[in-house]
């Protein structure tokens, strides 16, 4: 293009425009102020107009209502009306045309669906489920040597559901599944579809979007559980609407990030915007469409598994009651299906992505992705037009009907063996084994160990040592120093807006009544994150400069990344028991690898040039580190504190469910007492604290605009 | 090229393909108060400061001829790219006249619009724009695909014109498996396969390198010769502009500086800015024997070597270092004038340039 594009003008400075009011000695003052303001960075000159902000409000604030923790007289109970809502709610749910019209055919639809399809994965059989399972991974593989690894992957999966005797609840949490992940993905498509194509509703969607990926799974399920009560459609619509957010996301950045020149070319050879959509757009955005469906699948996996907490059934529920009276070994039966299947999962859609995205480009082996291939270059058979571009058409025709058959063949075959569902003389129990190891631990490595002292030790010692200081020093600081430290934070962070909305998201925590609880939540949020950053960015340095660490982590973290936040609450219950400790190590583990892959990303990425010029003057390799490489990461840095804080908040909430306490443990009691009303408060203020942490915390490029 | 120098006989014989009155693009808020308006007059930065806008193309007016290359030459950020984005309304003009064999595009509803994409303007990217996840043959026949022909016959198209640009072989190949000059070949493929009226060029080989990119011109001139298509064609480089193009318009700031044969811009540049453009340009091979020519004197009628009128100065000179003598102009038997060293030397030093002979602009 030969036009520069107009950039917008220039607003006007304001320290520039109008004439300063006052005498001329007051313009002196002023301009001397001015000159010392304007040669202060950007943010200490917020921060000082903070400061100047807080020296009027602060003392009539602390006058009015005290300086102790969050003031009464600033209270609003809510929990009355939301309990007597919920009533009505129960009494009107037959009654109300809302519910009789509406929401009850949601309800019944969903569960009709989920029902169908349990019903015809207990059609196919334990034989025709994997089967199915096996060579729709192969098909996604490529049916290559690549699609036998991912093939190999789902076989394992289906056969460790059976032979830890998981095979029925795994059926149930697959059925979920299904439903829940075609219903998000096209919710999710259709959504990104019009952010793609619309400016107007990529501007409304996106701050929707940025919000739901920062709140943690378990503030979704109070709402749903109120309208629909506890079950599987409230499950269903909550694993629907947290797993859709990536689909929408990926869509619409797929659709945005088609080369230009592509659509002009459709454009300038007469496409209509459908046709251009079709041949152009959706083609060219078939990576992100995949990375989309990978995400929302995993997303909505993570999801079926918590829900079971509001009565979803399948291995989550397994896991939720063995987890209630600390059966680990009951729990970890159920857990490692989970694993596995949350690995077949990933595995498959990302085969098929890489299948799907890659072109089949000279450095790519050819022949792996097209398997039926009659040698380097197409036949001539009688008109090559006739045959030209059949062939990937025929390997696709080929597997396809090869995975058919092979499904009703391996139907026919159990039905005629007479197995429906998994043979019980296949099935190992582990819980026993499991057991016997968690009270050998119990003994042995929970305290007493010579030097070490023990993990309890350790638990209690954190607890009493980290976590309870932090907390009382939160919940006894005055309630107006904390909204002035986030405001000052997410206004180093942000804009001006940011630290409005952080300062005004902790204060409805306060005006909500769970200040003091919010204030433990968050002792253990930043308890766990302080740990999850000094482990993460020391393991991602080490990964960034030592090869060998890097390749070994590598597997580990992509399972790790894979995992149900759920799963991680099993080992650390058998390591540390239940407590603030263990949901805090759970926290931690879920965290880590994105904080390790984020650091060893951005170091990995800086500038080659800078690094090679620092290396050319002599920098040792701490030099480098120090000077160069980390003040260069400073982006991933900050992204990676941002995840961090998202991750652990999440968890942390979670952790609820193993001695938690706090907010986490208020979802729960809520839930299980049928108490909405404490629920939903504790879930309104963990989204507010969500919000506070995700806004304190915004990396660099979300504050671009802001001069 | 055949043509350069029957222009002013042909303005009245060959219909205009495109004719362009007053055309402007004007970027930013309230675009169509800024033409003709004072506001036009100001600098760029003052009146972006002002208004926010930008003028890309600034009160342009020419005519493409039936069957020649029209090429629009300026560097970066003159509004070239834009100006022929404006003929086919890939980028909607501000204001002014645009007529393609007549008919007012700027009046057109959608359906026609695209009609006018499909089958009469086909243009030919600098960044080839091709669909990464098509075959070769997909990708040339992929104009007709939108015009809705059907499989078979859109292929046994296709491969026609893949034959034409000299890709045979690769039909089956994606396009990230070509070097950059072959998948130019198949942007070309794609615009022929419509077989349009008029191709339009985008500067579509300044992203190769200078070998592919001699090939690509002869290609684009042997096509041109082969069909007579009638071509605009855009371009920051000036040797591919006078190798290419029958007429050309020198462009900047959005506006045409002057239009007119190779011959006329490098032998009576407008102004000091084209004169500048065109300073390096060895003129003995763009200029010809009639415009560096005089009046025959008594005698010179007979003697000496014959030369055409549009041979250029390095070809007459060639004759007259051989023979010794001046050369004759001759045109059908008929004498038009005279070259003789001076003139010849005068041509090679730059030295006729005070006195322009041709006009202007069209």
Redesign the interface.
Known sequence: ??????T??DSPNPEKVGSPPGGPETAGALARLRARLSVMRPASRRLTGLAALAMVLVPVAAVLWGSDSWPGALGVDISGPLDDFSKWIVDNRDTSPVFLYFLLHISNTSVDAVDGVYQLLDFLGWTGVTAAGVLLAWRAGGAGRAGLKVAAIALGAFAGCGLLGMWDPAMLTLALMIVAVAVSALVGFLLGLAAGLSDRVDRALRPVLDTMQVLPAFAYLLPFVLIFGTGSPAALLATVIYAAPPMTRLTALGLRGA?P????????????GW?RLR??RL??A?KELLLGLNQTIMMALSMVVIASVIGAGGLGDEVYSALSTVDVGAALAAGIPIVLIAVWLDRTTEAAGELLGA????DGPRAVRVPVYFGP??LRLGS???Y??R?RWITVAVSTVATVLGIVAALVAGKLAGAATWPDAWTFDISGPVNDIQDWMVNHVHAGVPVLGGTEVWASNFTSWVLNPLRDVLQGAPWWSLLLLVAGLALLAGTWRTALGAAAALAATGVLGVWSKTLDTLSQVLGAVALTLVLGVLIGILAARVSWVERTLRPVLDVLQTLPQFVYLIPVVALFGVGRAAAITAAVAYALPAVVRITTQGLKQTDPAALEAARSLGATGMQQLRQVQLPLARPALLLAVNQGVVLVLAVVIVGGLVGGGALGYDVVYGLSRGDLGVGLVAGAAIVCLGLVLDRVTQPAPARRKDG | MSTSMTKEETVQDTASVFSVRNLWKVFGPKAERIPNGELAELPADELRRRTGCTVAVRDVSFDVRQGEVFVVMGLSGSGKSTLVRCLTRLIEPTSGVLEIDGEDVLAMDKARLRELRRHRAAMVFQHFGLLPHRSVLDNVAYGLEIQGVDRLERRAQAMKVIAKVGLEGMEHRRPTQLSGGQQQRVGLARALAVDPEVLLFDEPFSALDPLIRRDMQEEVIRLHREEGRTMIFITHDLNEALRLGDRIALMRDGAIVQCGSPEEIVAAPADDYVRDFVRDVPREQVITARTAMRPARDGEAGVGPEVTPLSTVATAIEAVARDGAPARVMDDGKLLGIVDHEALLAVVAGLDTASPKAGAAA
């Open positions: 293009m030969s036009t520069t594009i107009p917008k003008p080369d020149a592509v659509l002009e070319a459709s454009a300038s050879l007469g496409a209509s046709q041949t152009a083609p060219l078939r072109p089949p480009a000279a270059r197409p090559r037009l006739l030209a571009g062939i």
